[in-house]
Antibody, heavy 123, light 110 residues
Framework: QVQLQESGPGLVKPSETLSLTCTVS????????WSWIRQPPGKGLEWIGC???????NCNPSLKSRVTISVDTSKNQFSLKLSSVTAADTAVYYC?????????????????WGQGTLVTVSS | QSVLTQPPSASGTPGQRVTISCSGS????????VNWYQQLPGTAPKLLIY???QRPSGVPDRISGSKSGTSASLAISGLQSEDEADYYC???????????FGGGTKLTVL
């Protein structure tokens, strides 16, 4: 059973860096695509970016200059850092694992999701 | 404003068939496969359809997806009260080199 769990501060001050970690169980992080998605309260989903286990990343162009996504294979975790946050970054943040389409074929399309964690940006 | 356009709301009565549309462009739906998610209140999204029309294990066959050109549709037949949720389409966009989500459609079962 694949499970993902987000962790990190629920409150971040404006201009500071938001840091979240996703701990994966039931699957090795040394495969698949791993993503971060967020959802502002009462609004729709926004893709933040993804990382392939090898370390290559893709990020939303609108956030790219502020986003860092990294992986720690020894802990089976991956992380998100979002710098210079403002109130507009207040959202539920989800981590997710991508699809496996075949023996050696992986997709960034999120299949398994964490439960999400609310991060509020406020002084 | 999302690059994928969905109607903000849809509705139907129990047993009915409803469809939800997702309109995009040549750089997203026109050149990549479409995926659909269901989000119940207070929960994480659940993958319903991937690769235009494939259902993950456990998703009932009364749920189906299709794609034509730069548009896609999600169909739910035999509507049930438990289908009341928000639905999102998602596609890779080659111009943005990233994944984009539709704005979401709130489905109400009357």
């Amino acid at each position: 059973q694949v499970q993902l769990q987000e962790s990190g501060p629920g409150l971040v001050k404006p201009s500071e860096t938001l840091s979240l970690t996703c701990t994966v169980s039931g699957a090795s992080i040394s495969s698949y695509y791993w993503s971060w998605i967020r959802q502002p309260p009462g609004k729709g989903l926004e893709w933040i970016g993804c990382l392939y286990y090898s370390g290559s990343t893709n990020c939303n162009p609108s956030l790219k200059s502020r986003v860092t996504i990294s992986v720690d294979t020894s802990k089976n975790q991956f992380s998100l850092k979002l710098s210079s946050v403002t109130a507009a970054d207040t959202a539920v943040y989800y981590c997710a694992r991508g699809l496996r389409l075949g023996e050696l074929s992986f997709s960034a399309v999120p299949e398994y999701w964490g439960q999400g964690t609310l991060v509020t940006v406020s002084s | 404003q999302s690059v994928l356009t969905q109607p903000p709301s849809a509705s139907g009565t129990p047993g009915q068939r409803v469809t939800i549309s997702c309109s995009g462009s040549s750089s997203n739906i026109g050149s990549n496969t479409v995926n659909w998610y269901q989000q119940l209140p207070g929960t994480a999204p659940k993958l319903l359809i991937y690769s235009n029309n494939q259902r993950p294990s456990g998703v009932p066959d009364r749920i189906s997806g299709s794609k034509s050109g730069t548009s896609a549709s999600l169909a739910i037949s035999g509507l049930q009260s438990e289908d009341e949720a928000d639905y999102y389409c998602a596609v890779w966009d080659d111009s943005l080199n990233g994944m984009v989500f539709g704005g979401g459609t709130k489905l109400t079962v009357l």
